[in-house]
């Protein structure tokens, strides 16, 4: 499939690249020497993002009493993982600030569903199996990011599978793997090779439709797949956003199987993911008609 995916975009002269920064910040998640210091330097090392962080940090949404000046009291105060969520989704909702909406397609949808997926993925590992949850959340974030390269390169033909997957009531997975010969996850899990993300974290982007989640154990390597995949379902389920999918069920049994509990059991708060998508949607300046401006 990787030669399919080079030959689709061969004539790419730019494709998007994540920021040495924002490596080192994924690398942090697992990382016992990595404090609050460590940290702020790693995101004070980039001038462009310590402003974005720092402008969201300040936002009405955080409430602080007085101005957070720099990053490492933006760190100690907010917690690594708010921080490290900020980062990210600056840095990766930044790359893609024009996407355009079609029939069948809205930017704004695709950014809810991409947040919403990224959130349960956070919980669902926090509720259930000791899965770092900042590292679902990243791989929830970053799910669906080959439709966004098909979106900017294949536009013609990505509103063709759009059509084709609601004529024929397929899934849009099924619809480009017709018209491109692959599909948005194997073309995501390219990207992230080229970014240099490890093989778990790619494989969790590659198989968010096609997991055999029967097969997976929370001890599995694949373990990140199975949440990235059963999230994905989830957020589709809350009608949380809309990436182009249409009649995206839970698989309740295998849920079970994999987690050890039934979905109703693991009592998500509804309530509280939505209010936090739609904050994270907010600050990062993510709003209905509107492009991302961070």
Known sequence: MTNVVDELFKNVKTLPTLPVVVQKIFASINDPKVGAKQLAEIIASDQTLTARVLKLVNSSFFGMKGKVQNIYNAVTMLGFSTIRQI???ASICGKFQNVTDAANFSGPAFWEHSIAT???AKEISKKTI????????????????????LLENQKERFFEALAMAKKDNIHLHEAEAKIFEVDHAEIG??????????????R???????????MISPASPDALTAVVYFANQIAHVYELGQSGNMNV?????????????????????????????????????????SKVTV
């Open 87 to 89: 980062c990210l989704g």
């Open 118 to 120: 990224a959130t349960i």
């Open 130 to 149: 000791k899965i770092e949850p900042d590292i679902c959340y990243t791989l929830g974030l970053l799910h669906d990011i080959g439709k966004l390269l």
């Open 189 to 202: 899990n390219w990207l992230l090779r080229k970014w240099n993300l490890p093989r778990d974290s790619r």
């Open 204 to 214: 969790a982007v590659k198989n968010h439709h096609s997991a055999r989640t029967e």
């Open 249 to 289: 069920e839970l698989e309740e049994a295998n849920f079970k199987k994999f987690f050890g509990v039934a979905f109703n059991d693991v009592k998500l708060d509804q309530v509280r993911i939505r209010e936090e998508v739609g904050i994270s949607l907010e600050i990062l300046g993510v709003q209905t008609g």
